[in-house]
C-alpha cells in the first residue's frame, strides 16, 4: 500500500535552531515525494520536490531508498517558517494523484 | 500571478441535500483535481480529471459524488445526498503537466453538514 507518514503532530524550536521534519513512506516502485507547506491563511503550495534535489527558503530534503525518509531539513530556523508542513507521494497510476501525510507544524519561536 | 479559486468559501447543508462546490482552475491548466480534508486528519485524494473524463477516483468519491467541467472554465464537485461525514474542507487544485506533480490550490470550501 502507497501510505506517508509524518510522525510529529507538532514540533516546536527556536529562532535559529536546526529543524528536520520527518517523513517516512510505503511505496513498491520509484516514489516521487514532495513537501508541500501551508501558512497561516494561505494555501497548500509546493515547497520542493526531491527529483530536483533544490534547496528552497533554506530547506532540502533527501530521499533515502534503503531508510524509506525523505526528511525536510534546515539548519537555521527563522521564525517566517512556521507553518503546517506536509509530506506527499506521487501515486503511481500517473494521473497526479497525491497522498499526504498527516502534516507537521511547525512551530519557530522568538 | 493566476490562482485557483474556490466558491463558496463556506457552506452549510443538511443532510440529503445536493451541493455544488465550485472551482476556477488557472486558465491554461490541463488537469484538474479534488482533494478534502477532514478536520485533525490528512489531506485525501478524491478525483482527477483530464480531457473531460475521469482518470482515477478513490475509494471515498462513491456514487454520490460527480465531477463536471460544464464550460471549459469551471469545475465543480457536486455531492448529490450529503451525509454528516461528508463534512469537511475540499480543496479544488489544477496542473500544468502530470510530470512535476505541481499542483497549484485553491484556498478551500468548507462543507459542513447538519
Known amino acids: 500500500a502507497q501510505r506517508v507518514t509524518q510522525p510529529e503532530k507538532l514540533l516546536s524550536v527556536f529562532k535559529g535552531a536546526p529543524v528536520e521534519l520527518k517523513c517516512n513512506y510505503s511505496?513498491?516502485?520509484?516514489?516521487?515525494l514532495f513537501w508541500y507547506v501551508q501558512y497561516s491563511r494561505q494555501r497548500l503550495q509546493l515547497l520542493l520536490r526531491?527529483?530536483s534535489r533544490e534547496s528552497i527558503k533554506g530547506f532540502t530534503a533527501d530521499l533515502n531508498k534503503g531508510e524509506t525518509s525523505f526528511h525536510l531539513k534546515k539548519p537555521f530556523a527563522q521564525e517566517e517558517d512556521s507553518a503546517m508542513y506536509y509530506c506527499?507521494?506521487?501515486?503511481?497510476?500517473?494521473?497526479?494523484?497525491?497522498?499526504f501525510g498527516q502534516g507537521t507544524t511547525l512551530q519557530v519561536k522568538p | 500571478e493566476p490562482e485557483v479559486t474556490q466558491t463558496p468559501s463556506h457552506q452549510v447543508t443538511q443532510m440529503g441535500q445536493e451541493v455544488i462546490l465550485r472551482c476556477v482552475p488557472i486558465?491554461?491548466?490541463?488537469?484538474f483535481y479534488w482533494y478534502r480534508q477532514i478536520l485533525g486528519q490528512k489531506v485525501e485524494f478524491l478525483v482527477s480529471?483530464?480531457?473531460?473524463?475521469?482518470?482515477?477516483k478513490s475509494e471515498i468519491f462513491d456514487d454520490q459524488f460527480s465531477v463536471e467541467r460544464p464550460d471549459g472554465s469551471n469545475f465543480t464537485l457536486k455531492i448529490r445526498s450529503t451525509k454528516l461525514e461528508d463534512s469537511a474542507m475540499y480543496f479544488c487544485?489544477?496542473?500544468?503537466?502530470?510530470?512535476?506533480?505541481?499542483?497549484?490550490f485553491g484556498p478551500g470550501t468548507r462543507l459542513t453538514v447538519t
Open positions: 526531491h527529483i
Open positions: 480529471f483530464y480531457n473531460n473524463e475521469i482518470s482515477e
Open positions: 487544485a489544477s496542473s500544468l503537466t502530470l510530470s512535476s506533480y505541481e499542483q497549484y
Open positions: 486558465s491554461n491548466h490541463l488537469y
Open positions: 511505496y513498491s516502485g520509484s516514489p516521487e
Open positions: 506527499s507521494l506521487g501515486g503511481s497510476s500517473n494521473t497526479g494523484k497525491l497522498i
